[in-house]
């Protein structure tokens, strides 16, 4: 029976299925949005689910299909991260601060996706304002990872990758600024795609750190991932740092050979601080692609340790500004006693704001400040430019720069809040991506201890396709991103 | 006492733009809209909004930076300036840093002794406007209207170099008539579009350090700034000479009292902690464009004087006056056009009667009730002797009533100018006649009776004897 | 490089994934680590005055503890050479692109102002400002 096996489709699946009239999409999302109701509680991957409205959607969908209309994402179903604005629904961030906003506005993201014909089922949970590595950090409480509800799914993007990885929606958005896609989906084994910055638009993507956020994908297979991007993907004048650059269409080739194709390894990323069972499944990854006819180079990207310090300059720095148009006067969280304007403000942030984002604010606040301006944030850019510039040199000699996307495989819920440093080491291998602005991909490519661990791929500017190229033949050869947690089956 | 001090200005000059659109959102600019229905999303600073730069901005300050023989920087950053205010919607104001649009450049003015002074600009930039609160009627809270939110605002910074009020008022009025010239402002200060605030410090005048410098604000009119910026060297005197120093502050000037006090949200330190936005690219400005805007400018009102004062003959002060504004310049040029008569009586007349008359009904040039095509029609019937010159103005006053053309008037009163000879000769003999001992005084010496004559024979012909006919008849037969 | 020890310098018993053991090694390696913090007190306080964010007493000690760790940490960033290197601000280098000057947004007030509690015609309201 097609019911049975629905949840486990992938979008392609799916689509293929309904244009063999083998479900209807109606009976798509009604599946999942029983699974949501069944599981969701058990993995708090939603913060909101909109049943009823794609319920409507759905039926609206069946209709225009019914009469050959065929958009590429015509009545399939898919979830976005509580961080992209949606018209008329609550868009929350995951933040106390904004628990009642309802923006009056569609991100472009979801706009592009709604005119392709997708159809949302909700709103995922994340870490608050997209500031962690776990979904620890949210105002709705953790996302649990599906393989093992005690472990984090990763964040910032957890609830995303939680809902895909447990089969309650086949396909997500979330952002990434530091690897908040390819850090949950390595924990959570599927596929997550963050393009190149300005490949995505960003507006009505609420801001963290301007220079390094980018939107992308959560799915089941590196297919999909193609499919959704695509549709995703494009300028948009409404994004200053939108790039005109036309969009390649990902589906056709996909399928290229990756004879030839350069794959670099980075001296610097297997040391004492990677998981030596993580270190062999990545290895091994790259044999089957080396058994595909790429060539594996080593090269070195020697300013590559210390993106994390660069990242948190960066990124607090900007999130320390973007964040101050919070202050209750006109959206938002509002603090109900003040006794005068300065202590308005002070509540309604101080009360609004959860411990994590505030101590980012003041992180960023500290490194913009007189006297600190060029120490910090000054340097930082530069240190920017030399990891930049180490990639540039790298990607001469390779045309992909291959790896693992996490240091270990999901860790407990808990065990890293009390140190800050800890939980921001998560980003060791994927932060450089998002410095340098270049596309990064995360695919499962084994197991370590029965949890899912990731092989990164990281391209040139707008190179997506290589990316997508090889993760797409690596799939065919392998069965890690068929996989699904026992309880989820 | 003053003559041991010297004043040293330094003038920021906000000017609004007047672009149809915000600087970084499609919403409208217009004035006087109802609160917050020309604030968008992005004016209110909502989450997920970008901004996105107006091009007419970027042209408008080109245009500003070549009037004033400034550098245009090929490439431009705007920065974030992050303080917390409720009009300010977005925690921070974008606005530019080290890499302004337009540096340096310089204005002439005349200093206090009529002689031409060069007053340094240090540099223009782009910024945004901030909302408006109103903060009476609302029960003890603040109301905030965030449609000025995004206005876009050329800050013109002048150098420390103006040593009196009265330079500084004359600088203001100068850069005040530039951005009109140039279209990029209208410079109404009523309605906040041209704003300024000074820094105003004194020192002796063997002093080599610049004292410490207070902040004015809020200095909305020509008149408000030099009773301000007095009031303040005044203040800052009576401190030293107290044994005191003057504290750096900011103060507000408040017209009724007529005096400055410290604005109480200044107070605080601000570290604005500036950084360039990530949100939008540097502004890359290349000289084909420069050269496309420099070709377009108008005539600037330094060039228009002298050729004023070259092809029209006219004198500097009469030139610098019609000059100083765009649109009486060009009324001037088009009466000039139509008329034969000397140009120096059109400047005479527009520079008197015309604009006395637009100042008592409180007009500006666009609603004047006389035309330049009226106004050239009235001096030619000067100019041909039709009446003469005093006639002319009461034809004037009754134009400027909307009693019809000049002609017309003329015509319907009967001011036709007598002219013939034997007509006044018949009426200068009735008056040397009835005036016998006038003439007896004349003739013995008081040459200052030619006057009572003329008056006579002006009251015997209502006005309308051509005067020159009548002085040279009058000197003919009395000799 | 990094000021904290690597899991790997501690070889492969540590690398056990039970809560408490991870938690009791870093917290009391963090305290022999640690004895003099970067921040105090009375910058914590000033940075929160100027983020304008409460920060309640009890919270501050964690505060100043966790905020100094983090600023160490990107200390390390001293003693990078960068003399002739030029800040990024941008991934991309491009310029900015500039849009026409046309009035591309109308009145929507209303709808804007759902999200608003405090409005009164169509202000938003605050606590009195004063100059």
């Keep these: 029976m097609p019911t049975q096996n629905i949840q486990n489709m992938t979008l392609c699946a799916l689509k293929r299925g309904m244009s063999e009239k083998e479900f209807t999409s109606l009976e798509v999302i009604e599946t ?167 490949r995505v638009s960003r507006f009505g993507m609420i801001a963290f750190a301007s220079s390094l956020d980018q939107g992308g994908v ?65 290895r091994e990854a790259l044999e089957v692609l080396e058994d595909q006819g790429a ?106 720069i291959a790896g693992p996307t996490t240091p270990s495989p999901a860790f407990a819920l808990g065990a890293k809040m009390d140190d800050p440093i800890e939980m921001y080491l998560n980003d060791i291998y994927t932060i450089g991506a998002n410095l340098a602005g270049l596309p990064g991909m995360s695919i499962p490519c084994g197991f370590v201890n029965d949890l899912p661990i990731g092989l990164q791929l990281v391209g040139k500017h707008f190179d997506e396709e290589s990316l997508l190229q090889c993760g797409h033949r690596y799939q065919q050869k392998t069965d890690w991103h068929t996989r699904v947690p026992e309880r989820f089956k | ?9 330094g003038l920021e000059i906000h000017a609004q733009l007047a672009t149809s659109s915000k600087i970084f959102s499609g919403a409208s600019t217009a004035y006087g809209g109802e609160p917050n229905t020309q604030a968008c999303l992005v004016d209110l600073g909502f989450p997920g909004t970008l901004p996105v730069l107006n091009q007419q901005a970027i042209e408008m300050a080109i245009r500003f930076g070549l009037a004033i023989d400034a550098e245009i920087s090929p490439r431009s950053v705007f920065a974030r300036k992050n303080y917390f205010y409720p009009d300010l919607p977005k925690g921070y104001q974008i606005s530019q840093l080290d890499l302004p649009i337009v540096v340096g450049g310089n204005m002439s003015i005349l200093d206090g002794d009529g002689n031409e002074k060069i007053i340094g600009i240090t540099r223009a930039h782009l910024e945004e406007d901030a909302g408006k609160s109103v903060h009476e009627g609302l029960d003890g809270l603040s109301g905030i209207d965030l449609n000025r939110a995004g206005t876009p605002l050329l800050e013109i910074v002048s150098e420390p170099e103006m040593s009196s009020a009265k330079e500084a008022v004359a600088y203001m ?162 009466v000039k056009q139509l008329t034969e008569i000397d140009s120096q009586i059109v400047a005479n007349w527009i520079i008197g009667d015309y604009t006395a008359a637009l100042n008592k009904d409180d007009l500006d040039i666009v609603d004047s009730k006389i035309s330049a095509t009226d106004l050239a029609g009235l001096l030619n019937k000067i100019a041909d002797q039709t009446i003469s010159g005093k006639i002319a103005k009461e034809v004037f006053d009754a134009m400027w009533k909307g009693e019809g053309s000049a002609e017309e008037i003329i015509e319907r009163k009967g001011l036709v100018q007598i002219t013939d000879d034997s007509e006044i000769e018949n009426i200068v003999n009735q008056v040397i006649e009835n005036n016998p001992s006038q003439v007896k005084d004349y003739l013995d010496g008081k040459s200052q009776l030619l006057g009572y004559f003329v008056g006579q024979i002006m009251k015997e012909t209502k006005g309308k004897a051509n005067p020159q006919k009548v002085n040279e008849i009058i000197k003919r037969k009395l000799i | 490089m990094y000021n904290l020890p690597n899991e790997g310098d501690l070889g492969q018993d540590i690398m056990c ?13 963090n305290l022999w680590w640690r004895f003099q913090l970067s921040l105090n007190k009375e910058q914590i306080k000033y940075l929160a005055v100027l983020s304008r964010m409460d920060i309640k007493e009890d919270e501050i000690q964690d505060v100043v503890e966790k905020l100094s760790s983090i600023v160490e940490f990107v200390d390390q960033l001293q003693a990078v050479t960068t003399d002739g290197t030029e800040p990024m601000a941008h991934p991309l280098a491009q310029g900015q692109r500039l849009r026409m000057d046309e009035i591309t947004e109308y009145n929507e007030r209303d709808k804007i102002q759902l999200n608003a509690k405090n409005t009164n015609k169509g202000m938003y309201l605050v606590p009195k400002v004063i100059d």
């Design chain 2, 1 to 9: 006492m003053n003559s041991n001090w010297e004043i040293v200005i």
């Design chain 1, 32 to 198: 999942l949005l029983a699974r949501i109701s069944d599981h969701g509680g058990s993995l708090n991957a939603f913060i909101t689910v909109t049943a009823e409205q794609a319920i409507t959607e759905a039926k609206n969908a069946d209709k225009l299909m019914a009469v050959g209309e065929n958009k590429p994402l015509l009545g399939l179903p898919l979830a976005h991260k509580d961080l992209f604005c949606t018209d008329g629904i609550l868009t929350s961030c995951a933040s106390k601060m904004l628990h009642n906003f309802i923006p009056p506005y569609d991100a472009s993201v979801v706009k592009n996706l709604k005119a392709s014909g997708a159809i949302m089922l909700g709103k995922t949970n994340m870490d608050e304002f997209a500031m962690g590595s776990s979904n620890e950090t949210s105002y709705y409480g953790s996302v649990k990872n599906p393989w093992n509800l005690e472990l984090s799914p990763g964040g910032s993007s957890g609830g995303s990758a939680s809902a895909v990885a447990a089969c309650l929606v086949p396909a997500a958005t979330g952002t990434d600024t530091g690897g908040s896609i390819r850090q949950p989906a390595a924990l959570t084994g599927i596929t997550g795609i963050k393009p190149t910055y300005g």
């Design chain 1, 295 to 400: 060539e594996i180079i080593e090269i070195d990207l020697p300013n590559i340790e210390l993106s994390v310090p660069t990242y948190y300059v960066v990124a607090s720095a900007e999130c320390s500004s973007n964040l101050s148009r919070y202050d209750g006067v006109r959206f938002g969280y509002r603090a109900e006693n003040y006794k005068d304007l300065n202590e308005f403000y002070c509540k309604t942030r101080g009360e609004g704001f959860g411990a994590e984002v505030k101590r980012r604010i003041m992180t960023g606040t500290y490194v913009l400040s007189a006297g600190y301006y060029d120490a910090y944030y000054l340097k930082a850019q530069k240190v920017r430019q030399l990891i930049s510039q180490d990639f540039k040199q790298a990607f001469e000699k390779v045309d992909l």
């Design chain 3, 17 to 29: 994934y039970s809560i408490l053991s991870k938690f009791t090694l870093y917290s009391s390696l």
């Design chain 1, 218 to 282: 959560f799915a089941r297979s590196v297919e999909d991932a193609a499919l959704l991007l695509g549709e995703m993907a494009g300028f948009d004048e409404n994004d200053s740092t939108s790039v005109d650059v036309p969009v390649p269409d990902y589906m056709s080739s996909i399928n290229q050979s990756i004879k030839g194709l350069k794959i670099g390894l980075v001296r610097q990323h297997f040391d004492a601080g990677l998981d030596n069972n993580n270190a062999k499944a990545v």
């Design chain 2, 173 to 334: 009025r100068k850069i005040h008539s530039i951005v009109r010239y140039l279209e990029i402002s209208d410079g109404n200060m009523q309605e906040g579009s041209f704003r300024c605030d000074a820094n105003v410090s004194i020192k002796r005048f063997d002093q080599k350090e610049l004292g410490t410098r207070a902040e004015l604000k809020n200095l909305n009119s020509f008149k408000f700034i030099e009773k301000a910026i007095n009031h303040e060297v005044m203040r800052q005197i009576e401190i030293i000479e107290d044994g005191g120093t003057v504290t750096q502050e900011t103060r507000l000037y408040d017209a009724d009292l007529d005096e400055t006090r410290p604005m109480r949200s200044k107070e605080e330190a601000n570290d604005y902690r500036y950084f360039p936005d990530p949100d939008l690219q540097p502004v890359i400005i290349d000289k084909d464009y420069i050269n496309e805007i420099k070709a377009s400018l108008p005539e600037l009102p330094s060039i228009k004087k002298e050729r004023f004062i070259e092809s029209y003959k006219l004198k500097s002060t009469d030139a610098e006056v019609l000059t100083a504004s765009k649109q009486l310049a060009d009324f001037y040029e088009k």
